[in-house]
């Protein structure tokens, strides 16, 4: 398939010089945007097309168009990841361009193909380049986060898959996702909640999803956590992920397991970089259901001695503690070496700091 050239429109009043250099030295997360996105559109009778790339702005959708009312919508998050030669870099594009098709149809939207999604944000960064943050230390997480979003954008109130979609890549400097860097982060175990059930859509990267997790997170806070963990419908027994990431469970004896993906988890892309960067290490990773009991009797016999989640925007967290109704599960005291060491790894491939044997970089500047 050819490669579409994106029209280039650029933005006649780009953020000064001085403001981006100040919202760059401490950008926090998802809180400013760059001067342009990438823009295609789809027809049901023109297919994709009018590839551009225009200044970022606010969209001009019909009150009935039927994304507002029935949900019809799908996203990715991916990093770019500025090098110490000044070069711009993304990781594993080809894995959120597949899991972008996968929610795609699951949402009964249009397919995007990897050229269309990959030449999407190197054409965005080809004018936002200056919008991606340098490190100023080996400590210093900073990158652009990228945000491909879908939306269902047919005037109309039916309920049928949308005839007109629109696709756009919009981009957000971004520090570390949470401030305290690796400190562990107490998590809340929902019980009211659930994320996903068998045939819905847990293994599609939705809002819907995220908007039926909202509630959760609320009862998180009040408890004093930030993330929510979730048990899987049927059972109430089985964990499954995080509202946001996904999570693993390291052993005693160099074992390291992750629920299996069984079309309720979201299948990450660290998830699946941590299993092949715990096999470098020497650890065995496994992929099998873990339930809650074996959670909570792993920490207190010492048999698990880290448990971490995991995700693009936060790339590794420990997690100290998992708070319910009535009890509260902790691994013994711990530094976390097997998270913190994959985690190093991993950022040091991010930013050109290791040698990439894994073919994980796109150049995208
Ligand atoms: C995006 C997401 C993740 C993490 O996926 P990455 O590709 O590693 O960023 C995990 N769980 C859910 C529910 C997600 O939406």
Known sequence: MPTASFAQLPN????????????????????????????????????????????YGPLTLDPAAAVLHYGQEIFEGIKAYRHADGSVWTFRPEKNAERFRRSARRLALPELSDEDFIGSLKA??????????????EADECSLYLRPFM???????????????????????????????????????????????????GFAKCGGNYAASLAAQKEAEA???????????????????????????VFKD?????????????????????????RDAGLQPEERHISIDEWR?????????????????????????????????????????????IRRTLLDLQYGRAEDTHGWLTRLV
């Not at 996702?177 to 690796?182: D, H, I, L, N, R």
């Not at 175990?189 to 059930?197: D, H």
């Not at 979730?230 to 990431?245: Q, S, T």
């Not at 629920?259 to 941590?274: A, Y």
């Open 297 to 341: 009797e792993g920490a207190a016999s010492g048999e698990i001695t880290e448990v971490f989640a995991c995700g693009t925007a936060a790339v590794i967290t420990p997690v100290g503690e998992l708070v319910g109704e009535d009890e509260r599960i902790r691994c013994q005291p711990s530094d976390n070496p097997v998270a913190k060491q």
């Open 254 to 278: 160099g074992r390291i397991v992750t629920p299996k993906l069984t079309g309720t988890i979201l299948e990450g892309v660290t998830r699946d970089s941590v299993l092949t960067l715990a």
């Open 223 to 249: 408890h004093g956590c930030g993330q929510v963990a979730f048990l899987d419908a049927a059972e109430n027994k089985w964990i499954e992920e995080l509202g946001g990431m996904n999570l693993f469970f």
């Open 12 to 55: 006649a009043q780009p953020t000064a010089d001085i403001i981006r250099k100040d919202i760059l030295a401490n950008p926090g997360f998802g809180r400013y945007f760059s001067d342009h996105m990438a823009h295609i559109r789809w027809t049901l009778d023109a297919d994709w097309h009018g590839h551009e790339v225009r200044p």
């Open 124 to 137: 965005l960064l080809a004018q936002d380049h200056e919008w991606v943050p340098t490190p100023s230390s």
């Open 151 to 201: 939306i269902a954008s047919e005037t109309f109130l039916g309920v049928r898959p949308s005839h007109e979609v629109d696709y756009y890549v919009i981009a957000s400097p971004a520090a570390a996702y949470f401030k305290g860097g690796v400190e562990p982060v107490s998590i809340w175990l929902s019980s009211n909640y659930k994320r996903a059930a068998a045939g819905g859509t």
